[in-house]
């Protein structure tokens, strides 16, 4: 793959990197690693690419590499920039003949999302979008059990998304990865819903599949930023569940604990990613059951345990659930390129829709809480 | 004491008769036990009572304790019918000289609220309410942190409380609770609401003493309730803060676990009715604290030492809790009645004006939601 | 009940009046509170006891109420004093036509817990013992399950005790219950041992029904005390099964966190005094289960439900449990009393057999301990 | 690097190649990767190898690598076969020049041990032993909190490391793994005590720096198994303190939660592989706090920190644990193949005296088992 960001100053092109590296399906032979020359030409050194193939831009990168005969090729695309920086440099790999990998959330506007969605129909290429948690086999597991129809009805999606890091206003000195969060110019409408409140969005529907009608958020910041740091939803699915969302970086002493908890009928699943590798089961007037993860257990989906590398009680973390999208999206790559169709039921990844429907929630829930927290409707055209 | 309502199938009366019994200080020589003659002198035979102190009803009761001269004379009235059955006996209690405890919610109506506000200020009795989270040794250690400005100023308050029991239709089945808890002849303008979400204002209203300056709620009800089954509310306090509530009583699975996470812009605190004894302390890049209870630990404050009996690792649960209500009552009593202010700082319990404070948010919260999950401002006349 | 020891500043004593009172079956009546007359006259008072019944001794007390005909009359004798001075008056009370409860370990030495069967025996009175840990319900339900042979034949048995109050040489301080415990006078020849070590053999018997075939103690103590603040003991049981037990009072920073994990061929259980109100399950190559109490649980056992006063979610503890013994020991004596047999199935408490079975539990860890840590039979006469 | 063993549907062979690969500082280019020849070429193939670098045996590879003038040669040699397959490898490659990293337990006596640690001695190469809790960063900061005499003198080590998969009989139906750990010839003296007894001694001499003066150890074996597959062991320390250890892998439902608890004169800490990420600290009347991994808490020593690459709140886990006694030992050869020190402060891995030390534990072990549970001297030539 080539790599269009995350030079070695940053942290998410580090976790891409670990993630595309772990299981042994990708190279990283190439990239335009930053938005300095100098710092790009830093990072390929450190990384210890061909030097011909450390490129100045995502230009120079995609035009060189669709012409020139390396060999290995690059195969894919992957794009960990700011998120203003994502949609220029996916339209124009897809365009030149690549498959592409994004960083959350899709673009910086809900327009260049249908845009980017129209140009991955046209080319056909593959494309993926690193909706971290959908990785995790548990939540896979989660998502087969309600797909199963184990609760039955769905009545209720509660998720909270706790975070603690902007609690301080460490814009003002500099901090590299605040400063841009903040900036509407980079970040686009959504601050931490750019951020976290797309995880949310996505874990949501990875899950249950459910398609929200309306909400009615409540943003708000602190220390005069322009976009939101703390959020508030109210949800209502067209199932005619309902459902509540907690997402906020200004929570003094968090650190990133992702909890959904989904209700049916008949019993309910919790997931924290606090304890990943447990999915908890809750039923009416019978034991709780906790399931744990294990690539051993029979019990287990095959969609969870093809996404496991090791035996229970030896826990896989963040790093393995990034590394799942990257290797399913390698094996979606070899698949297409062998004239087969991938097989995205036990190997799957989060794709263009996905991260149109991200796109569609951060102007969905902003329009709301500008409204004054008014129920707005979510609709994707 | 005596008491009306709790005849001896019922749930709650036990409960209270238990948590007067466990410190010595309270004994239930008569009562009012039912609403049915024959169930009310059935139960009081049962609790042993002096034959000629078990009554037919409340009237009957408050009546002839204030004009015969029992000894052990009797001090004050529980009050643990259903909602709509507290008002009347609550007023002729106090107008008759008694002092009185009552189960929550307070009233079945604001009106009643405002009401029996007016007569406890009249007489000049004690009065308490049984908002029994309030008598939890490690509640009572987060409102004196908070009170303490540990965390700096509060800028976010989340409560959830999930229950599953009204998950299926049980009062089709005549469950004797259920039954009257989806009345709104009983229960009043609060289904869920008058019965766990007043737990979460006074919780709330307890440990931050914020105030609610508005509130926008989501009511729902399944099975053509007549009263809201679920809730999700989106608060904002006076001070600026804002918080959110879950409340419901069919989320399968569930039992009983109140949680409430205060964060300030210095560090948060974090309590669970699943671990009741433990506080936890979150903090911007120091350790995570665990405050446990214990009678002997001298880092807690007196207040929620005198709330414990055992020393750290001997779990007190819900009946000292519930105890703790009873027994501070109790001792507030004994100090008027020898012509001393009660110590409200160390055996602290609530009264009328939390109970009104659940009246107005019941109705607030229904009116919100009627009005389509509207803002609306949270006011105390 | 008539109460020997447990003076105001006794910790165990007040533990004892307010298990016995919670469940409204059984009221003190009277008592030799302390081994001064002051203290004991003065507690009596403080209590509220008739002065005519509050003693200056055990043998005052038992003489005066075998012969005057008070009314409620005594009918058992609770002993709280420490370990030296069980057998006497436990004897005497006995042999005078009363039923006996006292607290563990069940007497000073394992000659005169021999003597005390045979008293047992020969009178034909109600004898229990305060075993706590008996009596939380999901240790009832643990029993249960291991005695349906949920998990096939046991193989392991793991328990840990761990405390820190004797950490630092309190006794120094003059520290009130340090001071007896650490002198074999009082306590016999355990000091751990006989104070948590008694529990960790009931709660290992009581689950399992095991039965030690041979024991090998490493003891140990610190600040020159003589007697063992510290043990590490493996366990052979007669089934072939082996065991291991820590059981310390001097590890800093621990409170009170006994754990017993049972391990069949088949599954496992676990139990934890930090979450006494769960149960947990462990299966090969199925999710492990987690049993909650709660009365309207229809999957747990009646002799579990038969224990316990709350739904589920609204947590009983240490007092409860506590409680359950003295009010199955009443329902016990109600029983005897109206000539029937007493549901121990449904209601039990530990008895005369298990405390004999503490005491050689003591006596033969001291033997391996003082014989180089040596395998030593655990043998009952 | 260069593989012996871990051919394709090997365990542990795959866990050091992603180990090796997280980092991008190894890269695998050659190996011997099975005692079969034809497996050995296939999974060199599979893995990508060069044709010309697969090896049909250790002897091959290390002969080969050492003469031909491939780029990039080969820096060390990791061998991941069973037992009795370490010590001809590593003491061929060691004396070829190259630096080795063997899998633990290190070799298959204790003879070989002592041999092997003169050969690293007499070449001077680096050696390291992927003894993998000692790389979980929470553990490093335990190591250097007990070093810095945070709980003052320790008296207690504490350690349980459950596994239940040989609850069952599963080498009678030839799983490949069980097949070769209950194998004398090939596993050594020790069965569980080899596989996972030696973690536990690792554990406890990493973070405590405690030297073992004499251990007594009850082994028991199932299903006529020629090697312990179950143990409890007491320890006493040189220092004065005393332990217990728990290993066991037919305790049916467990999974791999190893535990440790080291207690000092004034406060403990504990550590559970069930929550890698948290390390926590308990005192005497203080409150217990927990100490989260993120490579951003500034609380955190530097040994902790230069071991984890992300900030709070994103679980690293297995895999990560072992990558970083890889990594480290990268580190370490590119410094010392720079001339410099390497430093082990900052990035240390487990080495030759772990490895020796964890054979004479096995022996002892088995020693003192067989004696009839003797204490027997735990003595390093």
């Known amino acids: 793959m080539g790599m269009v960001g995350g030079g070695i100053d940053s942290f998410i092109g580090e976790v891409h990197r670990m993630a595309a590296r772990l299981d042994n399906q990708i190279e990283l ?16 050194k450190i990384l210890g690419l061909n030097p011909e193939r450390i490129y100045r831009s995502y230009h120079e990168m995609i035009n060189k590499e669709v012409t020139a005969n ?40 809900v327009e260049e999302a249908y845009n980017l969605r129209q140009v991955v129909k046209a080319t056909g290429k593959l494309f993926g979008i690193t909706y971290t948690y959908a990785g995790y086999p548990m939540v896979k ?29 460490i814009e003002s000195e500099k901090q590299k990865q605040a400063s841009w969060r903040v900036d509407p110019a980079k970040s686009g409408k959504g601050g931490a819903m750019g951020d976290i ?71 309910s699943l919790e997931w924290s990613h606090t304890d990943p590798n447990s999915l908890i089961l809750k039923w009416i007037d019978k034991p709780t059951q906790v399931y744990k993860a294990g690539a051993e257990k029979s019990y287990l989906s095959r969609a969870a345990k093809n996404n496991m590398r090791l035996p229970s009680g030896h826990p896989e973390g963040f790093i393995e659930a990034f590394a799942n999208i990257y290797r399913n999206f390698a094996y979606a790559i070899k698949s297409v390129e062998a004239g087969k169709s991938p097989d995205l039921e036990n190997f799957d990844f989060p794709g263009i829709e996905d991260g149109l429907r991200g796109m569609v929630f951060i102007e969905t829930v902003v329009a709301s809480s500008n409204a004054g927290c008014k129920w707005k409707k979510f609709e994707i055209k």
């Open 70 to 109: 390396y060999i290995p090729s690059m195969a894919f695309v992957s794009i960990v920039t700011p998120n203003h920086l994502h949609y220029q440099p996916a339209r124009l790999a897809l365009e030149s003949g690549f498959h592409v990998m994004v960083d959350k959330p899709l673009t910086h506007s």
């Open 197 to 267: 409140g797309t995880h949310v969005e996505n874990i949501i529907h990875y899950t249950t599949g459910l398609e929200i009608e309306e909400l009615c958020a409540d943003l708000s910041s602190r220390y005069n930023r322009k976009l939101d740091d703390d959020a508030s939803i109210l949800l209502r699915f067209t199932n005619g569940a309902s459902g509540s969302v907690r997402a906020s970086q200004v929570l003094s002493g968090e650190e990133n604990s992702l909890k959904i908890s989904v209700y049916g009928e008949n019993g």
């Open 141 to 169: 597991e989660a998502r087969y059990l309600i797909s199963n129809d184990t609760f039955g009805k769905i009545r209720k999606v509660n998720v909270d998304y706790p975070q603690g890091w902007l609690t301080r206003n």
């Open 29 to 44: 032979i190439c990239g335009a690693l930053s938005s300095t020359e100098e710092r790009s030409l830093q990072s390929g």
